[in-house]
């Protein structure tokens, strides 16, 4: 995010944008090296400056262009959930199991444009396994919602198909050495 002069006219006066943040937490641990936790959040800020482009597409040269401006003043909150699971399932072989969903709860549409950049919905488990107390093999997977990009409206239609400002969503496996 943003900050700029507010519009006061005095060029040295800056708004600071201003934040509040409640987290509500609950976690169980089982003696059986088990650990389940709920999170809840509520994010409220206001006084923001963002940015907003609007990019159109040339296909003689397979190029964007556009223009950015800024709009301050802007205020919203966005609410989520969080879930998540810890199980020991052997003394080599562990496990961990996450889920995140948060939505937009207030604000107007250039709150909603913003985070509809990033993914509503999140999932992924990973294992991992300890043949010995200095080595560890961690197989991971993630899957992540669509996430629209209102920059690029009407995208796919301007090229034609080869491009689109919904990406879809889509599972992940990381492969790391």
Excluded: C, N
Excluded at 99 to 104: G, H, I, K, S
Excluded at 111 to 119: E, G, L, V, Y
Excluded at 120 to 141: C, D, E, K, M, N
């Amino acid at each position: 995010f943003l900050s700029l002069p507010d519009d006061s006219g005095d060029s040295g006066h800056h708004k600071p944008s201003r934040y509040l943040s409640l987290d509500i937490l609950w976690r169980h641990d089982r003696e059986s090296g088990s650990a389940f936790e709920v999170r809840s959040y509520l994010r409220k800020f206001a006084d923001l400056t963002l940015e907003r482009s609007d990019f159109t597409f040339d296909p003689s040269d397979i190029a964007w262009s556009g223009s950015t401006s800024l709009t301050s003043g802007i205020s919203g909150g966005v609410a989520g959930l969080r879930l998540t699971a810890d199980h020991r399932i052997s003394p080599r072989l562990d496990g961990h199991f996450s889920f995140d969903t948060r939505a937009v709860v207030m604000g107007d549409r250039l709150i909603h444009d913003r985070w509809d950049t990033r993914p509503s919905h999140r999932a992924g488990i990973r294992l991992r396994y300890a043949p010995v107390s200095t080595f560890w093999l961690f197989l991971q997977a993630t899957y992540r919602s669509a996430t629209t990009w209102a920059e690029f409206s009407g995208a796919s239609a301007m090229s034609g198909g080869l491009f689109s400002e919904t990406l879809p969503s889509h599972p992940s496996i990381p492969l790391e050495y």
